[in-house]
T-cell receptor
């Protein structure tokens, strides 16, 4: 199957700092990537859809100025949490759409655990 | 996308088949049924998907009823490593549509 990586896997930062999370498709080109977050004991919540070379589409209630998404190439999307606060602590997961592989299946990265102190 | 209904939890003995049901009575003609699972603190893992026909791969089998209103994911010989949350998701066949996750079924496999 297709492989998606994320970096870092875990990050701890102070309140007010910015954190960048990278999502890479390792063996396929992804024109579309998705960002989710997951709070403890809850399901994944879609944050935004990222298309290569264009602006991301954010879900209702997700602040686009706080969660900056850049999809500059067909294999890399980044999520920057700006001025992070403790309530932003969560498990952030990206996925990439693999066109032409098994009917547009999404493959997920291993996730990034963000803890804001 | 059509909504799905899954039992919140199920138990299965190691080595036995695990049959996970999913109800999707409002599914429309161009929507696929996808199954993913999430092992604790990891990203979701793709298992299988189908449109109308039953499907089988190295991980599982997917049985879709003729009216497409429900489906069952079958893990033929469950192991302890199959303990996870299993998500049944109905999604449009339109390219680029995101997966929307419900609460899923927590499957506990015990020895």
């Amino acid at each position: 199957g297709a492989v998606v990586s994320q970096h870092p896997s875990r990050v701890i930062c102070k309140s007010g700092t910015s954190v960048k999370i990278e999502c890479r498709s390792l063996d396929f080109q992804a024109t579309t990537m998705f960002w989710y977050r997951q709070f403890p004991k809850q399901s994944l919540m879609l944050m935004a859809t990222s298309n290569e070379g264009s602006k991301a589409t954010y879900e209702q209630g997700v602040e686009k100025d706080k969660f900056l998404i850049n999809h500059a190439s067909l294999t890399l999307s980044t999520l920057t949490v700006t001025s992070a606060h403790p309530e932003d602590s969560s498990f952030y997961i990206c996925s990439a759409r693999a066109p032409g592989l098994a009917t547009d299946t999404q493959y997920f990265g291993p996730g990034t655990r963000l803890t804001v102190l | 996308d059509a909504k799905t209904t899954q039992p919140p939890s199920m138990d299965c003995a190691e080595g036995r088949a695990a049959n996970l049901p999913c109800n999707h009575s409002t599914i429309s003609g161009n929507e696929y049924v996808y199954w993913y699972r999430q092992i604790h603190s990891q990203g979701p893992q793709y298992i299988i998907h189908g449109l109308k026909n039953n499907e089988t791969n190295e991980m599982a089998s997917l049985i879709i009823t003729e009216d497409r209103k429900s489906s069952t994911l079958i893990l033929p010989h469950a192991t302890l490593r199959d303990t996870a949350v299993y998500y049944c998701i109905v999604r449009s066949g339109q390219a680029g549509t995101a997966l929307i996750f419900g609460k899923g079924t927590t499957l506990s496999v015990s020895s």
